[in-house]
Each structure stands twice: as structure tokens, then as C-alpha cells.
């Protein structure tokens, strides 16, 4: 008999597991949001439907009821000043081997068997948990759309699906080579970030566990690194000395009640033990591609001419002006737009792909200085590409009719199987966010397309 799904719903006056006498705490305020506690139940409803159509959810009582059991004591111990009425949080595992969890405005939370496989105590599982719910409780997947410039268009809802699924999926379905970084910019930033790990101290404490199993866990995630670096950490920026202000943070909490028995923690540990390998989050991708019923893949032909030497003007929006050569086509994208030309641009797994043409974005910024802001573009980029080279050097250039920078990077593309090379262009918008243009082709090909790759940035005309 399956053990029946447990929906946690929170209303102000719920019982708290366990209390704390609170010593000079950080006093947390939740950030300016436009958008209405139902709206983030909406918007969170719609992306769980879809992350349980592309990811490998676990259909594990055992493994459930246990996120549950954790996920429970832990909403009922979000402080009252956070609780919504509307909110109804769930959890759920996903049969993935990085470690990593999510969740999703209004509630619903994902998080992965290599998350419980490598904790070392139930208290850093409830770290992780109580940092995503702090994000859920203080609304940051619509303070962050609150916050969006007139540059980082697209509807709300496929920002936010694409930020989050990007974290789990995204190194196989972003768009082109994939270099589409549609949805980027929704990471949730160091501010946002520092927010959900003192609230999540406060949470944890309330709820009976060791503070300071935050920090630990946060460590360990560091030294989980794959390709590009930790996934959790692609999504979740470090705000700086992290580990340092948690453990000082925890230091001003008094724990009552502190949850000492550890036997469902060990029983779920040893059941995982017994299961077959979790698979990684690139397999799962492909496995959703072909359960999609999508079209086969249509490879770029690989027969592309050289770029006409006439060119044509397109208006994105009131965004910018751009000029690229006539014989190029546009393929617009959520938040980024593509120019290729005819045998260029195909699909491979499910995702659109391409292999010549050039793709113009922007990225959230919070550094304001452009070279760091450039770098972390390219960290973000090599996520989704381990084969990506590190940029040798950083050229001053004009983008867009002001400072910008300029640089080359190698890889190798899924379409062709062949090497290609990147020229990638940016600039600093007067809000501080980054405005990128990256030019992609073979590498054998690439001096016929380096002349129009500079033309077409020399042509870009943004809107003041």
C-alpha cells in the first residue's frame, strides 16, 4: 500500500516544533515584491509540473515520507512574519547523483539522492532544506522578477522555470552550443543568498537542529566539484565567507529541544545504499528529450555560406538595433535572440542548436565592474561546457558605441563534433546589467566570420 503524500500547509498560527530564546540575531526583512503570494503559488505549480515531466522523480515511500517528516518540522518552525496561508510546501527526491535541491516559488521542493547519500548527519539535510525554504518563505523567485530591468524581457513564468530547471538540465537543453543563457540573470543574487542562509539558521534552530550543520554541509558542497564546479553553487552564488558569518550566526541561537534521535537518518542511508546507481542530471536530460515525443533530430547540414557582404536591421523591442548579413535568419529565445544562417542551426537531443551565427543577451551583474562580470559570463558558461577554454586575455573594444571588452575561447561543438571558436563581446548597460554578444563558428571557418562578428557589434545601437 503506498504510504499516501503528505501536503505541509502553513498558516500563522502553527504550532512550532521546538522554540529558541534568540540572542542578537540578524534581523531579516523580506525584499520589495510586486507580484502576490498567489502568484508565486501559480508560477511554482506550473514549474513543478514541469520539472516532474523532465526529471527523474523518485516514487519511493521511504525516501518521501522521510523528506517529509524533515520538510514538515521545518515549515512549521518558519518564524510567523514569513508564513503564508497560500503556500503549501512539498517535497519530493529526484533520483539524481549531484548534489543539489531546489524550490520552487510557493512551496514545492526537489531534492536530490546525492543530497541524502553524502550528508553526514540529518542536520546538514536539514541545512540544505532550510536554506531553500527560506528562499521560498521570503519570496525570492518574485523579488528577483520584481528587480528586473526593461533590458531582461520575457514572461515571468519562463524566467523562472528556465532559471530553475537550468540548474538541473540546463547543460543539455540551453539553447545553440549551448551558450543560451536566457534565464540566467534569475539566479538568485548574494544578497538573496546570504538572506535564505541566516533564515534558514533561525529556521533550523526553531526547528531542534544544529545551526552550524548549515555551514558543514555548504563545505561539503564545495569540495563536491564536477566539471565547471559545484551545480548547487551555479545556481546558489557564494556571498563571501560564507561558512565564517553562519557559524557566527549560529553562535547567537539557542537550540531547544535539539533533535538527537538519529535512527531515520541511518535507516534512509542504508536504503539508499541498496538501490541501484542515480543518474546524472545530463542522462536524465536526454532520457526527457526522448520521452517528449519531440521531432527527431534535425542536425544543422553543415552547408552554410560565407555571411553576405548586405546587411539587414532588425529592432529587438525597445531593447537595441542590430545589423547582421541578409542571409542570416532570426531565431529568437527567452531573454536572448539568434542570428544563423539557412544549414546552421538544427536540433540535437530535444535542444536547439547551432553551429554558426551570433547569439546577444544579458546577464544579471552585481559586481559593476565589467571584466568580473565578463569572467563570471564565461564561468557560467563553461556549467554547460566542460570543454570550454579559459579566455587567454581580455581586449578593450567598443560594443554598442561604448567600453567594452572582447575575447576568444575554443570548444567542442555537440553538432559537429568538431572544434570551434567564440568571440565573445560585452558591455555594461547603465543599470549595471551585462549585455553580451558571442559569435560562434567552425574553427576552420572562423576568419571568414570574425570580420562580421565585429561588424554586427560595431552596428548595435542600445536603447538610453
Not at 75 to 100: C, D, G, M, S, W
Request: hydrophobic residues 35%; charged residues 20%; without cysteine.
Amino acid at each position: 500500500m503506498n504510504r499516501p503524500r503528505r501536503t505541509v500547509a502553513v498558516a500563522a498560527t502553527a504550532v512550532l516544533a521546538a522554540w529558541v530564546t534568540l540572542t542578537a540575531q540578524t534581523k531579516i526583512t523580506a525584499p520589495p515584491n510586486k507580484y502576490s503570494p498567489e502568484d508565486d503559488v501559480k508560477l511554482g505549480l506550473q514549474a513543478a509540473e514541469q520539472v516532474r515531466q523532465q526529471m527523474p522523480v523518485m516514487h519511493d515511500d521511504a525516501i518521501n515520507g522521510y523528506l517529509e517528516d524533515v520538510g514538515g518540522r521545518l515549515v512549521r518552525a518558519i518564524p510567523p512574519e514569513f508564513q503564508h496561508p497560500e503556500f503549501h510546501y512539498t517535497f519530493t527526491a529526484l533520483n539524481l547523483k549531484e548534489i543539489n535541491a531546489f524550490a520552487l516559488p510557493g512551496g514545492p521542493m526537489f531534492v536530490n539522492r546525492g543530497m541524502m547519500d553524502k550528508a553526514r548527519t540529518e542536520g546538514e539535510i536539514a541545512g540544505v532544506m532550510a536554506h531553500e525554504l527560506s528562499h521560498v518563505a521570503l519570496r525570492h523567485g518574485t523579488a528577483q522578477q520584481s528587480k528586473a530591468t526593461p533590458y531582461q524581457v520575457g514572461s515571468i513564468a519562463g524566467a523562472i522555470v528556465g532559471a530553475i530547471v537550468g540548474g538541473g538540465l540546463g547543460q543539455v537543453i540551453s539553447q545553440g552550443t549551448q551558450f543560451g543563457l536566457g534565464a540566467a540573470f534569475l539566479r538568485f543574487s548574494r544578497e538573496f543568498e546570504k538572506q535564505a542562509d541566516l533564515l534558514g539558521t533561525h529556521i533550523m534552530a526553531r526547528a531542534g537542529y544544529d545551526p552550524r550543520d548549515m555551514a558543514n554541509v555548504f563545505k561539503t558542497i564545495e569540495q563536491e566539484s564536477g566539471p565547471g564546479g559545484p551545480q548547487w553553487l551555479s545556481d546558489h552564488p557564494n556571498p563571501g565567507n560564507r561558512y565564517e558569518y553562519i557559524m557566527k550566526e549560529a553562535a547567537s541561537l539557542h537550540v531547544t529541544n535539539p533533535t538527537e534521535d538519529t535512527r531515520a537518518f541511518d535507516q534512509i542511508q542504508a536504503h539508499i545504499a541498496t538501490l541501484g546507481p542515480a543518474m546524472s542530471s545530463e542522462e536524465a536530460a536526454r532520457n526527457a528529450n526522448r520521452g517528449t515525443g519531440s521531432a527527431p533530430d534535425a542536425r544543422p547540414s553543415g552547408r552554410v555560406e560565407r555571411p553576405s557582404s548586405r546587411y539587414r536591421t532588425y529592432q529587438e523591442g525597445g531593447v537595441f538595433r542590430v545589423q547582421v548579413p541578409d542571409n542570416w535568419q532570426e531565431l529568437p529565445g527567452n531573454n536572448v535572440v539568434t542570428f544563423a544562417p539557412q544549414g546552421a542551426y538544427g536540433s540535437l537531443n530535444g535542444s536547439s542548436v547551432f553551429t554558426h551565427g551570433v547569439e546577444i543577451g544579458v546577464a544579471r551583474n552585481e559586481t559593476h565592474d565589467l571584466q568580473t562580470a565578463t569572467s563570471e559570463l564565461i564561468d557560467s558558461l563553461r556549467q554547460g561546457n566542460p570543454r570550454l577554454s579559459r579566455p587567454s586575455e581580455f581586449a578593450r573594444t567598443t560594443v554598442a558605441g561604448q567600453q567594452g571588452l572582447a575575447t576568444q575561447l575554443s570548444n567542442i561543438s555537440d553538432a559537429t563534433g568538431g572544434e570551434e571558436r567564440i568571440a565573445v563581446y560585452t558591455t555594461l548597460l547603465r543599470d549595471g546589467t551585462l549585455f553580451y554578444v558571442i559569435g560562434v563558428a567552425p574553427n576552420d571557418e572562423f576568419a571568414a566570420y570574425d570580420n562580421a562578428f565585429s561588424r554586427i557589434v560595431r552596428s548595435i545601437q542600445i536603447a538610453r
